[in-house]
């Protein structure tokens, strides 16, 4: 069972456009919500992260909007560049075992010049 | 500079060999993961240890075996590679009371 889902599957976006990446959940136990990039060849590297008792985080041109009634989160990208083209994961935190990270499928995206 | 290696980057090897992927991390992380990612799949856990002498599955079974004897180094090892385990292997490690993971570049692996 998949417990992050992530769409679109690929984005294409004009250079300077907004990319704009979804995730939804349904364990209300998640505690912590990051984004990875990953590019090829490289594993995924932290990207942002926030917690469910924040509705937004920004850092630089990376926003992540967080709808904690309707388990929804999302990742915009504004005035996207073409050095942003990578696969971007969504996650959440779970609260037992190890406190594993549960990843949404990858949204592979491109920004054309 | 603190960071996590795995070797090889990549393999080819047929059917039924024995294989040990290798991961290790200088940050003195307490937590190790290894991760199954297939190309548009999500990533897949398939073992983890808290610190030295434990390893736990996750949530994809799986036929590999790992062992943490050392904080720094989470080998995993496959008996006798199948075509099925063609994938790429992740691993990651992360610091007790840090949710951030740091992930290797990864090793992909091909069985023929």
């Known amino acids: 069972q998949q417990q992050v889902k992530q769409s679109p599957q690929s984005l294409i976006v004009q250079k300077g456009g907004i990319s704009i990446i979804n995730c939804a959940y349904e364990n209300t136990a998640f505690d912590y919500f990051p984004w990875y990039q990953q590019f090829p060849g490289k594993g995924p590297a932290l990207l942002i992260a926030i917690r469910p008792d924040v509705s937004e985080k920004k850092e630089g041109r990376f926003t992540i909007s967080f709808n904690k009634s309707a388990k929804q989160f999302s990742l915009h990208i504004m005035d996207s560049q073409p050095g942003d083209s990578a696969t971007y994961f969504c996650?959440?935190?779970?609260?037992?075992?190890?406190?594993?990270?549960?990843f949404g499928t990858g949204t592979r995206l491109t920004v054309i010049p | 500079e603190a960071d996590i290696y795995q070797t090889p980057r990549y393999l080819v090897i047929g059917t039924g060999k024995k294989i040990t992927l290798e991961c290790s991390q200088t940050m003195g992380h307490d937590k190790m993961y290894w991760y199954q990612q297939d190309p548009g799949m999500e990533l897949h856990l398939i073992h983890y240890?808290?610190?030295?002498?434990?390893?736990e599955k996750g949530d994809l079974s799986s036929e590999s075996t790992v062992s943490r004897i050392r904080t720094e180094h989470f080998p995993l090892t496959l008996e006798s590679a199948r075509p099925s385990h063609t994938s790429q292997y992740l691993c990651?490690?992360?610091?007790?009371?840090?949710?951030?993971?740091?992930f290797g570049s990864g090793t992909r692996l091909t069985v023929v």
């Open positions: 996650a959440a935190r779970g609260q037992t075992g190890a406190n594993n990270l549960f």
């Open positions: 990651a490690s992360s610091e007790t009371g840090n949710y951030g993971y740091t």
């Open positions: 240890s808290y610190g030295v002498n434990s390893t």
